[in-house]
């Protein structure tokens, strides 16, 4: 579990920068049942909470299960009047959970972090009868050039840059292996419109990114700002993306 501390000291510019999920995303799930507002929900690796706000705001009981200290931190002071979450500090394979507690698991944008077996046995014992494991990223269109600059720049100067969303492809060979080849895909549009203060704060709140008193870094922030500058647009910069989920049961 060495992510835990990746996110130290870039809880805020991860709450600044990170994108919330496709509005259509959020309505397909609970339009076709895999959700309902009666759902109890443990949302895991919940970050600041950008997903876990849009089930809270559906009704749901989210248990939001977050082991970085900075991250949990904001995520508690976001959402310290939601009588229906509750938080906690634990881990993929090893949430505190009661056994077969939960309807739904939910990863939104942490999946990659895990170890696929152990992550999978704890979804098991937590998991009631039937329940399903959402797991969801936003995925940046790579064909788009803002995303293969902003790929370039990564590759260039971040070490453990190992590609978009951890490396992880769409119809993953880890996302079959987890669901053992039972899973089905939902995928829709979520183009992302950023600021330059938020832009540079999506690229800061990166795991890999280099950070304030790292050697390069203001070369590296240089360059960010050049890439903004080029594709900006009436003060608005588009990063072509689709909000993508893939569900199955265990």
Known sequence: MKYIDKFTGKAQHYNQG??????ELIDDLYKNGYLTPHSIVADIGAG????????????????????????RAVLTERFQYFDTLIILNGTDEATSLADHSVDAITV?????????????QECTRILKPNGLVILIWNMRDEASPVNQETYRIFQKYCSN?????GGIKRNDEQISAFFDGDFFVKSFSNHLYYSKDDFIA?????????????????????????????????????VPNNSVAYIGKL
């Open 202 to 238: 999506r690229s800061l709140s990166a795991s890999y990114s280099l950070k304030q008193g790292d050697e390069l870094f203001e070369d590296y922030l240089q360059e960010l700002t050049n890439l903004y500058n080029q594709f900006v647009v009436n003060g608005v910069l588009e």
């Open 108 to 120: 939104a944008q942490a999946f990659h972090w895990f170890d696929i077996e152990k992550f999978k």
């Open 161 to 165: 840059f190992t590609g978009f969303s």
């Open 18 to 23: 990170r994108p919330s999920y496709a509005p």
């Open 48 to 71: 600041t909470g950008k997903f876990t706000e849009q089930i809270l705001q559906m009704g749901n009981t989210v248990f939001a299960v977050e082991p970085n200290n900075d991250m």
